[in-house]
Nanobody, 121 residues
Framework: VQLQAFGGGIVQPGGSLRLSCAVS????????IGWFRQPPGKGREAVSC????????TYADSLEGRFTISRDNTKNTVYLQMRSLKPEDTAVYYC???????????????WGQGTLVTVSS
């Protein structure tokens, strides 16, 4: 299984950015793709998750509805659309894979490389 996260960059407060996670290696749909982030000097925290098996999505309460997770089946890619970005969204963002959605880092079976998102004016 391989996960490749990309799409990070520098964006001004209030702006938008879309992260992508290219997924390969799974032979069925019994897995979930999650996004975690690690702000500078802090631990990793769960952001969002999509169950490939049934399409269920979850989000961190702190996001206040600003992020949307989605999937392009044809491209085996999961997206994280981020809107109304704030400086506190600055972090390295990781996509992960697990059997089911979970907010626990220890539950994730696979991690992609991180992509840095910087929200700054």
């Amino acid at each position: 299984v391989q996960l490749q996260a990309f799409g990070g960059g520098i964006v001004q407060p209030g702006g938008s950015l879309r992260l992508s996670c290219a997924v390969s290696g799974f032979t069925d749909d019994d897995y979930a793709i999650g996004w975690f982030r690690q702000p500078p000097g802090k631990g990793r925290e769960a952001v969002s998750c999509l169950s490939i098996a049934d399409g269920t999505t979850t989000y961190a309460d702190s996001l206040e509805g600003r992020f949307t997770i989605s999937r392009d089946n044809t491209k085996n890619t999961v997206y994280l659309q981020m809107r109304s970005l704030k400086p506190e969204d600055t972090a390295v963002y990781y996509c992960t894979a697990a059997y089911q959605c979970s907010g626990h880092t220890s539950y994730q079976s696979y991690w992609g490389q991180g992509t840095l998102v910087t929200v700054s004016s």
